[in-house]
T-cell receptor, first 112, second 110 residues
Framework: SQTIHQWPATLVQPVGSPLSLECTVEGTSNPNLYWYRQAAGRGLQLLFYSVGIGQISSEVPQNLSASRPQDRQFILSSKKLLLSDSGFYLC???????????FGPGTRLTVL | EDQVTQSPEALRLQEGESSSLNCSYTVSGLRGLFWYRQDPGKGPEFLFTLYSAGEEKEKERLKATLTKKESFLHITAPKPEDSATYLCAARFSGNTPLVFGKGTRLSVIA
């Protein structure tokens, strides 16, 4: 069966510090991968998605970036965090066809 | 632009009081309508996928239905453990990301 992992589960970072969040999927190959952010009381905002290694589509211009160094690994990064980057970050995947997405457990990021 | 709108934003029910949540979408070649449940501090959990008008799916006290312009999530005789935020999402074309609604926050009071 397929499993999606995210880490860390929680993170508290100062403004201006770098960020690296990691997501890995097990039990599948060539998945579509997604990064979402969910601010308090708001909906899911799609940040990036990837249909293959090295292929990244950005949905919202900001100080975040994403990379996909391996087939089942998706990384969300920032060189300098802003207060507005605080939120709940979710990674998701689907098998690359017209069907449902499955979400990871999420990372709670607080920027102080 | 394709959009997904959920209503109400919040719903408070007494235990056993059946109700429905609504998800409406703009018509632009719907390729799938998805329902998720999200508990506080956790990632959304997949519930149902609906592909064509008239289709219905059931799981325990939940039943999802689909028309040409909206979907309903019917909750029959809810229990406190059904309290969560329910999200719907739509895929409008090909292998594109899902478009999510903002969710309905359901509270079931014993």
């Amino acid at each position: 069966s397929q499993t999606i992992h995210q880490w860390p589960a929680t993170l508290v970072q100062p403004v201006g510090s770098p960020l690296s969040l990691e997501c890995t999927v097990e039990g599948t190959s060539n998945p579509n991968l997604y990064w979402y952010r969910q601010a308090a009381g708001r909906g899911l905002q799609l940040l990036f998605y990837s249909v293959g290694i090295g292929q990244i589509s950005s949905e919202v211009p900001q100080n975040l970036s994403a990379s996909r160094p391996q087939d089942r690994q998706f990384i969300l990064s920032s060189k300098k965090l802003l207060l507005s980057d605080s939120g709940f970050y979710l990674c998701a995947w689907n098998p690359g066809t017209n069907n449902e997405q499955f979400f990871g457990p999420g990372t709670r990021l607080t920027v102080l | 632009e394709d959009q997904v709108t959920q209503s109400p934003e919040a719903l408070r029910l007494q235990e056993g009081e059946s109700s429905s949540l609504n998800c409406s979408y703009t018509v632009s070649g719907l390729r799938g309508l998805f329902w998720y449940r999200q508990d506080p501090g956790k990632g959304p959990e997949f519930l149902f996928t609906l592909y064509s008008a008239g289709e219905e799916k059931e799981k325990e006290r939940l039943k999802a239905t689909l028309t040409k312009k909206e979907s309903f999530l019917h909750i029959t005789a809810p229990k406190p453990e059904d309290s969560a935020t329910y999200l719907c999402a739509a895929r409008f074309s090909g292998n594109t990301p899902l478009v999510f609604g903002k969710g309905t926050r359901l509270s079931v009071i014993a």
